[in-house]
Structure formats: C-alpha cells, structure tokens
C-alpha cells in the first residue's frame, strides 16, 4: 500500500467522520431521526478505520524490513547464469533488470521475476524492493496520475508466495474505503448543506414553513453513484457495456467527464434551490424554476388530514397525510416539509383561524402509537399534536 493511497484512506477516514458527528450531535439534542444512520455510519468508520490501521502498520513493517517503494525507469534486462563444477542440475538463471531512479541519475539492478510483466526502455515503473539485497517484491505499471494504472504483480523467486496478494473481498473493501465512503459523506454533507442554506436564506421572520424538493436527495444520490463509477472506470478496468459511452469518455477524458458532471449537478442544484414552497401567517408561496405564485387562506379550498398505509421493506407503515387543496386544483403535501412537525400546531390554529375547511380523520389509539412510531415523534408530544390535528380514540387508562 503506497503512501498515496493511504492518504486517500485517511481523507476517506475524516469525510466519513462528518456525517459520525453530524448525527451525533443531533441525537445528544434529542432528535432520534438519525439513529439507524448513525449506528450504520458509527460501524462503518470503526470497520474501515481498521483497514487504515493494518495499512499503516504494513508500511511499518515494510520500512523495518528495508522494503522500498520507487518510481524507476527500466533501462535493461539479462539473465545471469551460475554453474559449478560439482552440481549435478544446474541453477536457473536470475533475471536481472536495471532501472534508473525517476528523480536523479542513479541506477539500480533488481532481480526477480519479471515473467508476469513486459519491460519496455525508457517506460516507468512503480518498484517494490528490498533495498539490502536488492530482491522485487512488485512491480506496476505506471503512467502517472493522468492516465489508468494498470497493475502487474511480480511473483517472488525462490518459491517464496507472493507478499502482496489480496483476495478480491480485499480489492472491494479498498475500492469502498478510498472511493464509495468520501463520496457518500461528501453527498450527504452536500445534501444537509443545501437543505440548510435554503431555510436560512429563504425564510424569513414571519415565514412558518418551507417545503423543499422531494427529489433533491436523489439528485444527490444520482450524482454520487455517477462519481463513483466515474472513479473506478478511471482507475480500475471497466467492464464495456456500452462501446458508444466508452468511445465518449475515451475523447472527453476523465478531468473533463467529471467537470461536465459537477457543472452539471451544480446548475441542477441552482434551478432546485429555487423550487420549493413557502407559507406564512398571510400566505402561501410556490416557486418554480421561472415562476412564482402567491396564495392567500382564501383560495384555499379545504384542508384533509388523514392517516394512510405505505409499504416498507415488506411491512405496511402508518403514516400521516396532511394537505391542502387550492382552488385552481393544486394540492400541497405539508409532511414533506422536514420541519412539519414541529410547526403543525402554529399552522392547523392559523387555519382554524381563518375559517379553513378542515376534513379530519378518526384513528386508534393503537394505530397513533404506531404512525408516531414510524414518523420518528415522541410519543408524548405526537400524542398532544394528534389529539388536535385528528379525531383520536382516547388512551386505554382514560
């Protein structure tokens, strides 16, 4: 493992810690909602934090054991052949490669077995080698960080097994410590920014509510998955399912496919970050891409609280519908807003104010234990909200 790769790991190690922190810190606050993902991410970190760990302590060892990593330039190859008089099978030749040291005009002759890689003059390669004797451990292609890395590993002679061989499993969690981890933290860190920079620029002191796109999250997603495949197509051999797509990004380059995206992504982001909905004591804002429509309490029509069933990994989850019907036929969905519960009771009362229609529905004591549930409230303060927002059967000790 170079050092540059486990740099990588480290910047992998403290992106993924944000998210540790971030969810942290929210539940030492009370809110509950980032449980599961903080023991998920909590778990991850302290996994891969052990990969980081043996890594670091393989190039330890392989500092104590006098093994060397260089980038060299191959200048020749032979063979050197022993013969004694006295033995009757002779010993096999040595293969002898000399190289040139990348940053000074220095050689140095290494001898291993060098049958599983071609060895072209004047090309460079990165060396692993023991520096007393002189003995290859690895060998790789290398062709800077501009192009792929193609790598060849170089079998130890004298039977010896191979000091660094890795198991595919192995192959796979790096690929997800160096790649997957920094980039889901850095879309989730992205995601949380955005959602918080459009509350505090958007809202201002008389606004209750505001209701952000519901597909931002997977826009985030979209283009993490893309980085990622991105990253991998670039470093690792990518499997050619589409020859048209390879042909593209053989001409675009990877530096160029990734601005594309970021451009991309970020003009997505900027037309989203003014698509949302807004209500305050007076009115109700819906903003599109290039258009802004205002309502007051008068168009609204009727209101409809309900409970309703969503399946969930195969289970049917309770949930809570709140909307608001206006009289040109549009509907607003006020659970989407992440902070409907916490500003349910100011609005349903504005409403009730205003003389609204407000259709409610009945639900069970049982059932409201359970939609609190799946709505991630606190049973108690749920209860109160319930209780004024719906028709709820009364608690068995009542």
């Not at 609005?347 to 409610?360: C, P, R, S, Y």
Request: aromatic residues 14%; glycine residues 4%; proline residues 3%.
């Amino acid at each position: 493992m170079s050092y540059r790769r486990l740099s990588l790991m480290l910047a992998g190690q403290l992106a993924l810690l944000f998210p540790v922190v971030y969810m942290a810190v929210n539940l030492f606050q009370g809110n509950t909602d980032f449980a599961f993902a903080f023991v998920f991410f909590l778990i991850t970190f302290i996994f891969s934090l052990g990969f980081v760990v043996k890594e670091i302590q393989k190039i330890h060892n392989d500092k104590a054991a006098g093994i060397q990593s260089d980038i060299l330039i191959f200048c020749d190859y032979k063979l050197l052949y022993k013969s004694y008089r006295h033995e009757v099978i002779p010993m096999p030749p040595i293969q002898l490669a000399t190289f040139q040291y990348s940053d000074r005009a220095e050689c140095i002759s290494l001898s291993g077995d060098y049958s599983d890689i071609r060895l072209i003059k004047g090309k460079q390669y990165k060396v692993k080698y023991y520096k007393n004797s002189g003995i290859l451990t690895e060998i790789t292609n290398y062709r800077g960080r501009k192009n792929k890395v193609t790598k060849a590993v170089s079998r130890l002679t004298f039977g010896e097994k191979n000091l660094q061989h890795k198991t595919i499993w192995h192959e796979v969690l790096i690929i997800l410590i160096i790649y997957a981890l920094p980039i889901s933290a850095i879309c989730f860190g992205g995601f949380k920014l955005f959602a918080f920079l459009q509350k505090t620029l958007l809202m201002d002191d008389s606004d209750i509510l505001l209701i952000q796109p519901g597909f931002v999250k997977l826009i985030f997603i979209l283009f993490g998955s893309l980085t990622f495949i991105l990253f991998i197509h670039e470093k690792k051999e990518p499997v050619y399912i589409i020859s048209a797509i390879n042909n593209i990004y053989k001409r675009i380059g990877f530096k160029r496919s990734l601005s594309l995206m970021i451009i991309l992504f970020l003009i997505v982001l900027s037309l989203l970050f003014n698509t949302y909905t807004k209500i305050s004591d007076t009115q109700i804002e819906i903003h599109n891409f290039d258009t802004v429509k205002i309502y007051s309490y008068n168009n609204i029509e009727h209101i409809k609280i309900f409970p309703y069933s969503t399946p969930y990994k195969r289970q049917i989850k309770l949930k809570l519908g709140y909307n608001v019907f206006l009289d040109d036929g549009r509907s607003i969905e006020l659970t989407r807003a992440t902070m409907f519960w916490d500003k349910v009771l100011q609005l349903n009362d504005i409403f009730t104010a205003k003389g609204v229609i407000m259709e409610k529905s009945y639900l069970t004591y049982p059932d409201s234990i359970d939609l609190l549930i799946n709505e991630h409230v606190d049973i108690d303060r749920g209860m109160d909200i319930l209780n004024k927002i719906l028709i709820v059967e009364e608690s068995p000790a009542n």
